[in-house]
DNA sequence: ATTCTGTCGATATCGACTATCAGATAAGAA
DNA sequence: TTCTTATCTGATAGTCGATATCGACAGAAT
């Protein structure tokens, strides 16, 4: 925790930044949340916990710095928000998820298991992959007994 | 065409609803549009020049109506509006999409290469996958010779 | 004719996000 | 120190895509 602190620290300074109170406040409420997909208005709440006085605006300043210094990333799940996640430390790329349509739950695959598929884009539409998303969207285990009809899921969702 | 329109006219009525001359003009632009992944502006626009008399909120309406029934798809590509396509016709699940970080052109890969990663999902995560979303972020082929460092395009876009 | 239902266009409203701006803060120079 | 400068912050107004609301209208049913 504190080791990530400091290093975040030194990638903001590499790139003249401060971490001042109010940003380390930010990146604490992520680190300590990592796992939960925050958008920036959950994020803007727990940091005003520990911090009353932070502005919003300085909670999408701080997440929109992050990003471009690719600390982190935004995520779009399609329910109007952009949420945030740090991304693993030395990924070259983004990780999977699988999102519940029934629960909501969003699970992660952190293995990236696209290589394959990636090369055959690579050569086949001579495309140099920077990044990329896939998402599955389904039945989580949790909630399989209490879906009968999975059709029936399939809604207007933006993805 | 005109039998596309017949078909979407029967998918209609078979829930209660009726193809009306606003629906089918907005119809008619996704059809003649196919490959453009429009916005709910850029239809509006383009229903106006047939049809000036329409209002923004009925193509919206039907845009979501047309989504509920699972005869488009509306999708994020990370720039804010919603875009929305035609589902391929018996296809079960969405195609995939590659976007440039340089030029922002989205080409398709009509075919679906997840097979294997789907398989893979359910059994190691007993998760049952009803569609899932694969976009590739990167430089694409009439692109490659103008972009020297493709690492400084990592940006902050949401995905 | 009268009611009911579905649909319409116009427009007010919403919510996430961004821009603006005056004041605070921190680093440098004198 | 004191002055200067650049950076950062909080409050809040504004933007923009999307939605909710509402009165009007057409077709079907009674
Ligand atoms: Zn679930
Ligand atoms: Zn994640
Ligand atoms: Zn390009
Ligand atoms: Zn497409």
Redesign the interface.
Known sequence: MEERVKQIKQQLSAHNYKLTPQREATVRVLLENEEDHLSAEDVYLLVKEKAPEIGLATVYRTL?LL??L?IIH???F?DGV?RYEFRAEGAEH?HHH?I??HCGTV?E?TDD??GP??K??EKQ?????????????????RC?DQVKD??K???????
């Open positions: 929109e990003s471009d690719a935004k995520l779009n399609g952009t983004h699988l519940c349509l699970d695959i298991w696209l598929i990636e055959r884009v539409f001579d495309f140099q992959i920077i990044d990329h998303r896939l998402t599955f969207h389904g039945i989580c285990h399989k999975p059709k899921l399939v809604g207007s969702k933006v993805t």
